[in-house]
């Protein structure tokens, strides 16, 4: 969700997703599997699973812990307050696609003018030769 710069975190509407929805979207943009979260964390997969599941819920202690090993704010993860994980790769998607755009409006340009050169070649060949 966009963060409106003029409002804090805590006057921003709080997301629809659930605990388990945040941590697994976190994990995923972090880039790490659930064994290593598991390990670093010191619980089972089969704990890490059931909080992304929504069948149970860490303690504080892990879900601070969580929040800051996998990049986001604890009241991003308890809440949906504040900036989501995906902003940061979305804003290079973003900044990639106007480079892209860019490239091709540059080629499209020069290719144009390539265009208004042959013809202009063209005319002037035809009129030498008086066709």
Known sequence: MPRNKSQSI???PLDSDTLGSRIYQAREAAGMDKETVATNLGVR???LDSWE?????????HLVRLAGMLGVSASWMMGGVGQAP???SIRDEVALIRRQLDHLKEMRDRTSLSIVNIENTLDRLLEREDF
């Open 53 to 61: 599941k929504d069948r149970s819920e860490p303690r504080a202690h």
């Open 86 to 88: 995906f902003s940061d």
């Open 45 to 47: 997969v089969s704990t």
């Open 10 to 12: 805590f006057e921003q």
